[in-house]
């Protein structure tokens, strides 16, 4: 990224600082003030610029919102990389173990992410962005990259211990093409089941941060990372581990 910046001209340069900075000035007005006030005339008084100046960078309030969604979901990304390297599962990705703690240490650091960035995870991982998403969308490399982490570690555990998955015709026939469409988007020849164990495991991981960020545990629990560590035990027996682990 450094590279590419340096590689623009002057104007350039002027403009994507001055772009990046109208989506910091929008993240921060979430943070501070919810979703309500990420606004165009808000972050233009926040810039000391005019509304219309904005659409120079930013044609829609949506399109700005699917570039602070993709900055966001970058930050995120960056943070689970960082916590598997501190932990140095990363630089062993042939062993089972180091690959098998990698993936809790992600999912960890997910929950630790996400409760730390209430406002940002609402505004990521709430109700979808109107509009597909499509080659130029910014959304769409980043969720990418964010998604394929748990994947790059879920199949190297298979790779590596060959846990159990259902073949082809144990799937569900509502599920078979649908798993097969999403893995042609991501250009894959994974079995099937393959996929389905890393759904599952997404589904399980993403509910349960979710509940509790949304505070929607709070009617019966003060503290949830106890059940936090009840999900991590049935994600790992779902790709054959056992969890705590050894």
Do not use: N
Request: aromatic content about 8%; overall charge negative; proline content about 5%.
């Amino acid at each position: 990224m450094q590279a590419e910046v340096q590689g623009l001209s002057r104007r350039d340069r002027l403009r994507a600082a001055t772009s990046q900075e109208i989506i910091q000035v929008a993240r921060q007005l979430l943070v501070t003030e919810g979703s309500a006030a990420m606004s165009l005339r808000a972050i233009a008084r926040e810039m000391g610029m005019t509304a219309p100046a904005l659409y120079r960078y930013y044609p829609s309030l949506e399109d700005l919102a699917r570039h602070v969604v993709a900055d966001i979901f970058s930050e995120l990304s960056a943070a689970i990389e960082a916590a598997i390297a501190a932990d140095g599962a990363g630089s062993a990705a042939g062993s089972a173990p180091a690959t098998a703690a990698a993936l809790i240490t992600a999912c960890r650091a997910f929950r630790t992410w996400a409760t730390g960035h209430q406002a940002e995870f609402g505004l990521i991982f709430g109700s979808p962005l109107p509009g597909a998403a499509g080659p130029d969308d910014p959304l769409a490399e980043c969720g990418i990259t964010f998604g394929g982490i748990y994947l790059r570690l879920v199949t190297q555990l298979w790779r590596i211990t060959g846990f159990g998955v259902p073949a082809d015709d144990e799937l569900a026939e509502a599920l078979r093409p649908q798993l097969a469409r999403y893995r042609d988007r991501l250009l894959s020849d994974l079995p099937l089941g393959v996929l389905q164990v890393f759904l599952r495991c997404w589904v399980l991981l993403y509910g349960t941060v979710s509940l509790e960020v949304f505070g929607h545990l709070k009617f019966a629990l003060e503290d949830s990372e106890p059940m936090f560590d009840l999900m991590l035990s049935d994600l790992a027996s779902m790709v054959g581990l056992t969890y705590p682990l050894p």
